[in-house]
T-cell receptor, first 115, second 116 residues
């Protein structure tokens, strides 16, 4: 039981390049989330998916797109990377029924640098 | 408007002592959840403890307890018998259960250092 996994762990991009961050969970959770963490800012929500087939914008969605490929996988795409997107990206998932309905579990993070 | 406020950028505590990390929150939703996460230097986010707004008792998980004062809108984390491995960044977070979004609002964190 791996929980939430993310790939890659580290990535360096040049301005204008594109890339996709991958996230998968094996806990059969319905909801999945992408956050970014910047120094001194805590975590901010980029996009979320309440269930398979649905996605919606969070607090800071500009410059990103997402795909909920199936119940397990939720990817984040940067179409044209900018230095302002240098950050640590976390994927999280949450079960929506059961005794711990509200807890979000996080992946290990992807550290992205855009030059 | 900031929903979660952590006023202590850094805290220091001696090993085996107890420490309290402060957290205040702001919401008009009567149903909400409060969380604490630990982020060690390795970077992962580790769930520590949860408190629901309707829970009658303060949450406890091992050495962690949550001092929940609803009228004051505070949810302070108490770590008893601190260990060197407790040195990390600690984040308080809140979810408005009335929202189907289920998103977490995070504070800016408190860096805890435990010294021998």
């Amino acid at each position: 039981n791996a929980g939430v996994t993310q790939t890659p762990k580290f990535q360096v991009l040049k301005t204008g390049q594109s890339m996709t961050l991958q996230c998968a969970q094996d806990m059969n959770h319905n909801s999945m989330y992408w956050y970014r963490q910047d120094p001194g800012m805590g975590l901010r929500l980029i996009y979320y998916s309440a269930s398979e087939g649905t996605t919606d914008k969070g607090e800071v969605p500009n410059g990103y797109n997402v795909s909920r490929l199936n119940k397990r996988e939720f990817s984040l795409r940067l179409e044209s990377a900018a230095p302002s997107q240098t950050s640590v990206y976390f994927c999280a998932s949450r079960r929506t029924s059961g005794s711990r309905t509200d807890t979000q579990y996080f992946g290990p993070g992807t550290r992205l640098t855009v030059l | 408007a900031q929903k979660i406020t952590q006023t202590q950028p850094g805290m220091f505590v001696q090993e085996k002592e107890a420490v309290t990390l402060d957290c205040t929150y702001d919401t008009s939703d009567p149903s909400y959840g409060l969380f604490w996460y630990k982020q060690p230097s390795s970077g992962e986010m580790i769930f520590l403890i949860y408190q629901g707004s309707y829970d009658q008792q303060n949450a406890t998980e091992g050495r962690y307890s949550l001092n929940f004062q609803k009228a004051r809108k505070s949810a302070n984390l108490v770590i008893s018998a601190s260990q060197l491995g407790d040195s990390a960044m600690y984040f308080c977070a809140m979810m408005d259960r009335g929202s189907t979004l289920g998103r977490l609002y995070f504070g800016r964190g408190t860096q805890l250092t435990v010294w021998p």
